[in-house]
């Protein structure tokens, strides 16, 4: 398979960027990450749409949607036959090389696509509460930044403790979001999610379950998930995906969970880039 890497098609295993990048040397970028079946690429639009707000988050040198784009369907035309089934394709773009320090360099950026194969997830998932907070004050809050060591310490946390993700609170007590995954909860047969103000990430998929399952953005307690009647995730590669354990606590798979899975599956076959 190829990557794309600032305007070149390489061979994965030849593929790679500046040492000097900020993107590697102090994760000064901006990422995204859809699936892609049978080929194509879902909810494109909107993923590049969020690229370039987390890239003006950040500061960062403007970026064409179209460049992009471009480098996204030529990457897919390079690998047309070697595509699996269910892939991921991630787009990440960074300040470009630069000291060894914090400070920018002058350029120019760097943009690159890749994609490799994905597994599809188990119909149900486990979570636990991290113990450490979002700063929901953070320049950072709501960007896709590729600066994620927080991320990475809260999910190998724990997966050693035997579950798939780490839920987040932020630093007023108020639940957030996961360290890949946004949540929602079910409460007095109302469904919840949090506010973008709780420093979440505006997730694609939460976006289109707030717009396909009459879902509300509130804020919640961290304490909610000891007595929420459902919960379920939301990602671009896990959809959206119940919980049947929080910790020692154990859940069902409710009512609502089941119709917002289904609605998603449906509405999202019927239009590749909602």
């Not at 089934?85 to 690159?112: D, F, V």
């Not at 490799?116 to 188990?122: G, K, L």
């Not at 919980?243 to 154990?250: L, T």
Request: glycine content about 10%.
């Amino acid at each position: 398979m190829r990557a794309w890497v600032n305007g070149e098609l390489i061979a994965n295993e030849r593929a790679s960027v500046s040492v000097f990048d900020h993107g590697f040397t102090v994760g000064d970028g901006v990422f995204e990450t859809l699936i892609v079946k049978a080929g194509q690429p879902f909810a494109l639009t909107r993923h590049l749409a969020r690229l370039i707000r987390s890239a003006t988050g950040m500061g960062l040198a403007p970026i064409e949607t179209a460049e992009v784009a471009e480098a996204v369907a030529r990457t897919l035309s390079a690998n047309e036959t070697l595509i699996p089934e269910l892939a991921r394709l991630r787009i990440t773009y960074s300040s470009g090389s630069g000291q060894a320090g914090s400070e920018r360099g002058e350029g120019p950026n760097t943009l690159t696509v890749t994609l490799q194969p994905a597994a599809s997830w188990p119909d149900t998932t486990t979570a636990i509460r991290s113990p450490w907070p979002r700063n929901e004050r953070s320049p950072l809050a709501g960007v896709k930044s590729t600066s994620y060591a927080e991320n990475a310490i809260s999910l190998a946390w724990a997966r050693k403790c035997g579950f798939s993700e780490a839920l987040l609170a932020n630093l007023a007590g108020q639940l957030c979001e996961g360290t890949g995954t946004n949540v929602f909860v079910v409460m007095d047969g109302q469904l919840v999610t949090p506010p973008l103000a709780s420093g979440c990430l505006a997730g694609v998929t939460r976006e289109l379950v707030l717009e396909w399952c009459g879902a509300q953005e509130r804020e919640l307690p961290g304490e909610v998930l000891d007595t929420a009647d459902e919960i379920f995730l939301t990602s671009s590669t896990r959809d959206v995906h119940p919980i049947v354990a929080i910790g020692d606590r154990e859940l069902a798979v409710g009512p609502q969970t089941k119709v917002a899975r289904e609605t998603f599956i449906r509405f999202a076959g019927y239009n590749v880039d909602p």
